[in-house]
């Protein structure tokens, strides 16, 4: 066979070619009509009779019609060789329309190469001009071939040629870009081909619609509606319409999925439960349950069966929202009707119950379940159970709950373990994920594992544990890997993490995005990832594609940084990839902004955000209240919770919390009180968050009595006082001590009318007299012997206590803590070790401080570099000082503004003039500048110096920024100045 295709090739590159003129009288005896007539049937011996008489006569264009005939319909490539060797000894040169023909046969006979030497030799290489016919044929040929940018470039060429391209060439093309998923690519070439006046087949259009519906590229694939309903003139086919519809639910475009319902019933289609149910999904993710239960009655209307992923989909969509009431009334309604409740029902009920606090019920609604089978053994009803105890403040009992689960064979996951975190103390991050994966490996994979419990590396004991889960069971595996990189990243060990990923990804396990997602936020924390752009090269390095809690961590990380300009470019990327951003993502930003004290861009940003489509929750209405009520516009947050109000029924604690902290904070006491009362009206009580904000107002306010009263209160009520409490009291106790005298308290009207409200009697809690004495150093150590034997310090606890002890001059005392504090397993931070050494530098042991932070154990922060800086400063060690400010840059940490000054004046006072000079141009880089007594005394000692070009430099810093001198001073200053005719 491959010799006779070689020989082929030989006779149709090499024939002899036909002349330019006319035939000659005397035909070339080889091949014979009679010759050639033997090889054909009786019709082509005729077809090759008219091509001999048509080029006598003549009349070549009509002979070379008749040969592209006759090549057309041969069944052989022998057959078309010979009739194109026997128009070349007949004089007829092959035309473009023949030569076209030809290839075309050769590469539908499977012998595309040997089209491609006949184009080259006889169409180029005689230098022919490829027509349409020539460029359509090698389109078909290079797909055949594999060589798909040169089919691609051909049909180009001929749209670009003003020829109107094949519907077989343009679909070739097409259809083999959507086999490389380039479907948007498809859709650009389609356009091209429609311009060009041609089309596609119905199939190849059919198949590039839903591509691009299937990638999200839904406004190309409207594109293409008229066009398909063109070629099959009837409606749109039930499966394009279904395509375009998932297009749209995947976008989160839930009211043109829904129109897109009208359309196909009006064509006659019936729409079916699935379809309902992903649009009704939609609908509940965009938090907006009207239509959600509209669509609801539609299908009862329509007697749609209803099952039990509908009645879940809008239960847990009113249960997220808060609105527990309609969810709940929604769970009779399922149980009234017959609806089989199952595993997810009652992980929604029972998650509802642990959210609202209502644990108990929670957990007998887990053991007194209606024959639902594994409920008993499902990690998420457990987790949240878990959770739900830990948060009323029942430890032992959630503890409890996690051995039965454990002692149950019930194969904890990812989530148990950052449960886990939450509730047991810090530090052991790697032990609780050792006890993760043992579950895994003795439950999930079904085998009995090693003894893996000596002495050794715990890491590479988690390694070798997670290897072998991995062996047994690659999902199992990617669950423990989410465990690990958990534990990994709260110590901050990220480059273990990303270690522990490559090495389970070389073993066929596929890490859930949790993985990734741990790494990227504490890559975020650690200052490794500054931008968006170093974001997406790790990611990409990472083979990663982001879920929305990725592009919701970066957000959050960047709005910590102050940085909303990259927050709302990642809203940019969302939205040019086909995601829409969730309420979250916004809320953040809008957060951000009003801590920022940016309120009418936070108002900006939620309009925006209703602009988009998506349907504000609870908490994102409670955070732009919450913008409105921390920059004393309460006015405009009193109008929001009205719209809560009409959306959600009644406020969450959380609104009536931020609402009353407002009006409190306004001095609008009354105000406050009124909506207290509704609060208790609606049979909310007052939470731990309330009694914080309303503490810390009060300290503030240097009112101590009301304070205290207000902490006794939550002991009454039987609230109980968490961390945060504690540090908000001990805190504003401390800040009273180091005021060194007694603040003036303010008389605030309706603040005994507030206390009762809060009490729900018309007594008070009596306060002792010496809880006035706040100012005295053994009442504070009387609270804090107090706050130890009453709550387990976390971290933050214990560094505020050591303030404590530090602020009475307790120094031994607070190393004390230290020590204990570490014998608890609790890491010392930057905060801990900045705390000693303030002290130390008040009491001027400056080198115990420089000894501290030599021997800490943390990479110094700005505000512990800071503190350093001050104290050699003030200790008048300006050289030391010049060398810490040096240290710090290269760490890439500036000092504060403060700090900055300190150094200045430091200088100063010691005349290193140029020294000085240099700080106050790294002050203005920073857009910081010295407070005008240090600015003025710099730049008289330069003039006392014969300084004067620099003096005039700083005098035009000053004068650029738009600062002024001392008023005082700056006659004399410019005086000295003009003297020596330097201005």
Partial sequence: MMLKAKALCYRLVKSRKAT????????????????????????????????????????????????????????????????????????????????????????????????????????????????????????FCLVKLRRFDEAR????????????PSRDASSLVIDELCNQDRFLEGFHCFEQVKKGGSGLWLWCCKRLFKGLCDQGHLDEAVGMLDTLCEMTRMPLPMNLYKSLFYGFCKRGCAAEAEALFDHMEADGYVVDKVMYTWLMKEYCKDNNMTMAMQLYLRMVEKSCEVDPCIFNTLIHGFMKLGMLDKGRLLFSQMIKKGVQ???????????????????????????????????????????????????????????????????????????????????????????????????????????????????????????????????????????????????????????????????????????????????????????????FGSLVNLIQKLDFVPDLDTYLIVVNELCKNNDRDAAFAVIDVMEAVGLRPTVAIYSSIIG?????????????????????????????????????????????????????????????????????????????????????????????????????????????????????????????????????AYITLLSGLWRAMARKKKRQVSVEPGKEKLLRRLLHTKSLVSVSSSLCNYGSKSFAMEVIGKVKKSIVPNLYLHNVIMTGYCAAGRLDEAYNHLESMQKGGIVPNQVTYTILMKYHIEAGEMESAIDLYEVSDCEPDQVMYSTLLKGLCESKRPLDALALMLEMQKQGINPNEHSFDKLLQCLCYYRLTMEAVKVVKDMAALDFWPRPISHTWLIYILCEEKKLREARALFAIMVQSGRSLLNCTKPGLLRMLNQNQQL
């Fill in 341 to 531: 409740l199952n595993v997810f029902t009652y992980h929604i009920m029972i998650g509802s119950y642990c959210k609202e606090g209502n644990v108990d019920y929670a957990l007998k609604l887990f053991e007194n379940n209606q024959g639902v089978e594994d409920i008993s053994r499902n990690v998420h009803c457990y987790t949240n159970l878990i959770y739900g105890f830990y948060k009323k403040g029942g430890l032992d009992k959630a503890v409890d709950l996690l051995m039965r689960m454990l002692e149950n064979g019930i194969v904890p996951d990812h989530i148990t373990y950052f449960v886990l975190l939450k509730m047991l103390p810090k530090c052991h991050e790697l032990k609780y994920a050792m006890v993760i994966l043992q579950a895994i490996f003795d439950n999930g994979c079904g085998i009995d594992p090693p003894v893996i419990d000596g002495p050794g590396n715990t890491e590479g004991k988690i390694e070798s544990l997670l290897e072998k889960i991995a062996r047994k069971d690659v999902n199992l595996a990617a669950v423990g890997l989410a465990v690990v990189t958990t534990a990994l990243c709260s110590q901050r060990k990220y480059t273990a993490a990303l270690s522990r990923i490559e090495k389970m990804v070389n073993l066929g396990c596929t890490p859930l995005p949790f993985s990734y997602n741990s790494v990227i936020k504490c890559l975020f924390q650690e200052g490794v990832i500054e931008d």
């Fill in 592 to 724: 951000s902004l009003g801590r920022q004290g940016r309120v009418v861009e936070a108002e900006e940003t939620f309009a925006k955000m209703l602009e988009s489509g998506i349907q504000p929750d609870e908490i994102a209405y409670m955070i732009m209240i919450n913008a409105y009520a921390r920059n004393a516009r309460i006015n405009e947050a009193n109008e929001l919770v009205e719209e809560v109000v009409k959306h959600f029924v009644r406020p969450s604690s959380f609104t009536y919390t931020v609402l009353i902290s407002g009006f409190v904070k306004m001095g609008m006491m009354e105000k406050g009180c009124q909506y207290l009362d509704k609060m208790l009206e609606d049979g909310l009580s007052p939470n731990a968050v309330l009694y914080t904000s309303l503490i810390g107002h009060f300290l503030k306010k240097g009112d101590f009595k009301s304070s205290f009263t207000l902490f006794g209160l939550m002991g009454e009520n039987e609230i109980k006082h968490d961390h945060v």
């Fill in 153 to 164: 470039a051909h049909l180009d060429s001929c749209i670009a040629s003003g020829y109107v």
């Fill in 20 to 139: 330019s003129c006319a035939l000659p009288s005397e035909p070339s005896p080889s091949p014979s009509v009679a010759a050639v007539s033997a090889a054909y049937g009786d019709h082509r011996s005729r077809c090759l009779s008219l091509i001999v008489k048509l080029g006598r006569r003549g009349l070549v264009d009509s002979a070379r019609e008749v040969i592209r005939r006759v090549i057309d319909g041969s069944s052989s490539i022998s057959e078309a060789a010979l009739v194109v060797d026997f128009a070349g000894n007949n004089g007829i040169e092959l035309d473009s329309c023949c030569c076209g023909a030809l290839i075309r046969k050769l590469t539908e006979m499977g012998q595309p190469g040997l089209a491609e030497t006949f184009y080259n030799d006889r169409v180029i290489g005689n230098g022919m001009v490829p027509d349409s016919s020539v460029l359509d044929s090698m389109v």
